[in-house]
């Protein structure tokens, strides 16, 4: 815990109000007794006694908790009804953790056979994480664990073979990971058995809102008792209350300090909607040894591609003026820190999240507070039955909020659609000063454009994208209730109701002053339908910045170093504007006949990249100049405590490579169509394809092509009389014979559509 802030919060407490008295601080220690008054010499045992204790008081309280792993039998409840101020903190720096595993003592290992080893133990329903010695290990589980691996570290096509099925006596209890087929995210299942015919039964796959199929390659299973092969991994038979485990190589296994995972939540602080629960605060502590959640009840988050599991280990519901300060959360197995619905000025800072389950802070609404809310990307509310009011329909949302201060890293253990921090439903939501790496998708997610009006500053963002694919280290999706799946139907809704854009994305969501990373995406992504932007003074070291279809987005002063700009499928009159920016790649437009307000007075590093830009009619006072770039030297970008900023890693500056001459990508003439291969990420987003793979069909150049029915622009050729066709060459050479063209197989609109040609 940071000292400064210690001192602070204690002067506050005591001079805020004169007649807080002796009694009015309440001790809590391993040594106590419930029984007791709570004094320094007569201690409580548990948080919750010294919780509900200070409930009766009638001033602001404090409860000091000493040294010691506080191993707690169900959450600490804190409504705190007469609104007096409470901290809770440890005692002069000790360190105190508040952990959510049981420890098993007085084990009886026995050799089992091979190098397994059982011990008889008490388990629970949700244990699901054991660590031995402080060190997380891992559910006998196929392929073997490999930090090396980039997905569920380690997968394979054949783990739910028939071969391997065979294998398995009783698969009840064992679990599958597998990446969505467009790699978007992850499903989840739980096998409950097999069927007479020996084939595999589950249950599961409501994690992720995009349903699709499973990867082929990318998938795991565990907790099966015959994939129990390797050191490190365990197994729990629950029928026998046997805990199997394989050691490590002279692992003293009759001396070792074995936990076992039992609660999910630890901390819920829950006002009233009359009465929110005012103004506590928790610093110092630290929380670890929850279980995982990814098959308890997930919820959509509106047209997003995600579901939520609205839990977490410090869950924050109707709460107001609160604090989570100088805390670090590890080994987890869901969310950290979620504001649910109503919350106002509540303050997560200066907090280390590291091996997360799920996602770190979220700060998620309740649908009841959106108007015309649909639930998943294709759905939506017919336009004549669309509330046209401005704004949200209740107060059910978290709204002034500050998230600032944090270190994020190496989240997303065992679920990949997380982020560093999760805005959905809520209001001017400020995020400040975090550093967030190592996360297999994005470090700063806003999943849809209610209410806007946030603020995404001096943030340290990179590693991001590790796992996933069509995504940013800062990602946004605006499947507003304007947004229609189909882009005719969009184009004649805002055309004649155009206030509609902004009656959920009411308030500019500004992104200004960071330094962002992404390798396996873009920089900064405003996907699907994400207005009201206003992206200035941000430093771009890698993917660029994307916008595909919205509104009012403002993007000037950014450096995009050895990057560029990626204008994907605009509307007409936008108002987008493009202009101050520092652009060292020509720019990668998909789909875009209009270019917004104002694309110009921009600085290219290269002339050719500059007589691109202006053969599409833009850019016509842009300039070039070519001095060299340095980096600044000063680095005001991530956390900013000393204690964090000690241990923070920091991106790679890429060295700066100055473009001297532009690649041009073939374009063809076919069957009246333009078409090029599929060769890029901005490509393959714009078209929802898995991978970069196909032809794809730029525009329709002659209104007589015997093909004018049956392709669309946007549209991506997969096969040629069933079969595959992976680029131009391979198409044209297909199709010499136009009397064999028989049937065409195209990827549209997210799905795969089989053409019948039949045409002479």
């Known amino acids: 815990m940071r000292k400064d802030t210690f001192i602070i919060l204690f002067v506050f407490f005591f001079l805020a109000n004169n007649r807080l008295a002796a009694q009015n601080t309440i001790y809590v220690s391993m040594l106590g007794d419930d029984r007791y008054a709570g004094s320094f010499d007569k201690p409580l045992k548990s948080l919750q006694t010294a919780v509900d204790m200070a409930a009766h008081l009638d001033s602001d309280a404090q409860i000091f908790l000493r040294e010691g792993v506080y191993r707690l039998e169900q959450p600490v409840m804190i409504t705190n009804p007469k609104g007096h101020r409470l901290l809770i903190a440890p005692y002069r720096h000790e360190r105190v953790v508040i952990?959510?595993?049981?420890?098993?003592?007085?084990?009886?290992?026995?050799?089992?056979?091979?190098?397994i080893f059982k011990a008889k133990v008490h388990a629970f329903d949700s244990s699901d994480m054991l660590w031995v010695n402080g060190q997380l290990k891992h559910l006998a589980r196929y392929p073997n664990f490999d930090s090396t691996a980039i997905r569920f570290n380690g997968t394979a096509s054949d783990a739910i073979s028939p071969e391997r099925v065979r294998?398995?006596?009783?698969?009840?209890?064992?679990?599958?990971?597998?990446?969505?087929q467009a790699d978007w995210g992850d499903f989840h299942y739980q096998f409950t058995g097999k069927d007479s015919q020996g084939n595999l039964q589950m249950k599961g796959g409501w994690q992720n809102n995009r349903p699709d199929a499973l990867?082929?390659?990318?998938?795991?299973?565990?907790n099966i008792f015959e994939e129990l092969d390797a050191p490190d991994e365990w197994y729990l038979d629950r029928s026998s209350n046997y805990l199997y485990y394989i050691p490590r190589q002279h692992e003293d296994l009759q001396h070792a300090a074995i936990e076992l995972s039992h609660l999910k939540t630890l901390i819920r602080i829950s006002g009233s909607s009359i009465s929110p629960a005012r103004f506590i605060t928790i610093t110092g502590s630290e929380f670890t040894g929850t279980s995982r959640t990814f098959m308890d009840t997930y919820e959509p988050l509106l047209r997003s591609d995600w579901c939520i599991n609205r839990s977490a280990v410090v869950y924050m519901e109707r709460a107001a003026d609160c604090t989570i300060s100088d805390c670090y959360?590890?080994?987890?197995?869901?969310?950290?820190?979620?504001?649910?619905r109503y919350n106002k000025h509540v303050t997560i800072s200066d907090s280390h999240f590291t091996d997360?389950?799920?996602?770190?802070?979220c700060v998620i609404g309740d649908t009841s507070a959106v108007r015309s809310p649909t639930f998943q990307y294709d759905r939506y509310v017919p336009f004549h039955q669309i509330d046209r009011t401005p704004g949200p329909k209740t107060d059910s949302y978290p709204s002034d909020c500050y998230i600032e201060g944090n270190l994020i890293h190496h989240i997303g253990l065992y679920e990949k659609q997380v982020a560093g921090v999760e805005l959905s439903m809520c209001q001017y939501i400020r995020v400040s000063h975090n550093s967030i790496y190592d996360v297999p998708r994005a470090a700063i997610n806003v999943s849809e454009g209610t209410w806007g009006g946030h603020v995404i500053e001096y943030n340290d963002l990179f590693d991001t994208v590790k796992e996933t694919g069509d995504h940013g280290s800062f990602n946004s999706w605006g499947r507003d209730r304007y947004w229609h799946p189909n882009r005719q139907t969009m184009d004649s809704i805002v055309s004649e109701c155009p206030q509609l854009v902004l009656a959920d994305a009411m308030a500019t969501t500004i992104i200004r002053d960071n330094r962002i990373r992404c390798d396996r995406g873009w920089d900064i992504d405003l996907?699907?339908?994400?207005?009201?932007y206003h992206i200035y003074n941000n430093l771009c070291l890698q993917g660029g910045i994307k916008l595909r279809e919205g509104f009012h987005r403002v993007v000037d002063h950014n450096i995009l170093v050895n990057s560029t700009f990626h204008p994907h499928v605009w509307f007409h009159n936008s108002g987008?504007?493009?202009?101050?920016?520092?652009?060292?790649?020509?720019y990668q437009p998909v789909g875009i006949s209009e270019w917004g307000s104002l694309v110009d007075d921009n600085i290219f590093t290269d002339s050719l990249s500059l007589q691109k830009a202006r053969e599409k009619g833009i850019d016509t006072h842009s300039i070039v100049d070519t001095t060299p770039y340095t980096y600044p030297s000063s680095d005001e970008f991530g956390v900013t405590s000393s204690e964090l900023k000690a241990i923070a890693k920091r991106p790679e500056l890429p060295a700066i490579v100055y473009q001297t001459s532009v690649r041009r990508d073939d374009i063809y003439s076919w069957e009246g169509f333009d078409i090029k291969d599929l060769t890029t990420e901005g490509e393959r987003s714009a078209t929802g394809m898995d991978a970069v793979r196909g032809v794809y069909v730029i525009a329709m150049t002659d209104s007589y092509s015997p093909m004018k029915d049956e392709l669309r622009a946007n549209d991506v050729i997969l096969k040629v009389n069933g079969k595959d066709i992976h680029n131009v060459r391979q198409l044209i050479d297909s199709t010499k014979e136009r009397d064999s063209l028989t049937s065409i197989t195209i990827f549209r609109n997210q799905h795969q559509k089989e053409i019948n040609t039949n045409k002479k």
């Open 215 to 222: 990867s082929k390659q990318n998938r795991m299973v565990e």
């Open 527 to 532: 996907d699907d339908g994400s207005s009201n």
């Open 356 to 361: 997360i389950g799920a996602s770190a802070i």
């Open 329 to 340: 959360f590890h080994s987890l197995g869901g969310n950290a820190v979620m504001l649910s």
């Open 167 to 180: 294998l398995w006596k009783n698969p009840q209890g064992g679990f599958l990971h597998a990446m969505h």
């Open 576 to 586: 987008d504007v493009f202009t101050g920016n520092i652009v060292m790649r020509p």
């Open 99 to 115: 952990s959510g595993a049981v420890e098993l003592r007085n084990l009886q290992w026995k050799h089992e056979h091979g190098n």
